[in-house]
């Protein structure tokens, strides 16, 4: 079971930005789908985008497309989120899950290996 550890998260005035970090702790991403989820106080959730390790094929839910950018690096074995233009409203815990189970799911229950989240806070 790949465990993973999510890093970068902070406070941040709303329009600026933070990149996240999502490391796969000494494993591989090879053959499997990394995506990025969010979850505020009191809600479930969320899906935020995601990227399939060997294809490239990204997806972004609709509140974030065109701030948040998902990115891979092979030779670091991580996946990055740039997140530009931050609103309050994106304020939330930010975990990264990995699924080998399709190449197209943004569903939260196809993804495991979640690791302890990291905060991030948009003040107004």
């Known amino acids: 079971q790949v465990r993973l550890v999510e890093s970068g998260g902070g406070l941040v005035q709303a329009g600026g930005s933070l990149r996240l970090s999502c490391a796969a702790n000494g494993r591989t991403f090879d053959r499997s789908t990394i995506a990025w989820f969010r979850q505020a106080p009191g809600k479930e959730r969320e899906f935020v985008a995601r990227i399939s390790w060997n294809f490239d094929i990204i997806f972004y839910s609709e509140s974030v497309k065109g701030r948040f950018t998902i990115s891979r690096d092979r030779a670091n074995n991580t996946v990055y989120l740039q997140m530009n233009s931050l609103k309050p409203e994106d304020t939330a815990v930010y975990y990264c899950?990995?699924?080998?189970?399709?190449?197209?799911?943004?569903?939260?229950?196809?993804?495991?290996?979640w690791g302890q989240g990291t905060q991030v806070t948009v003040s107004s």
């Open positions: 899950g990995q699924t080998t189970a399709s190449m197209r799911t943004s569903d939260v229950q196809q993804y495991r290996g």
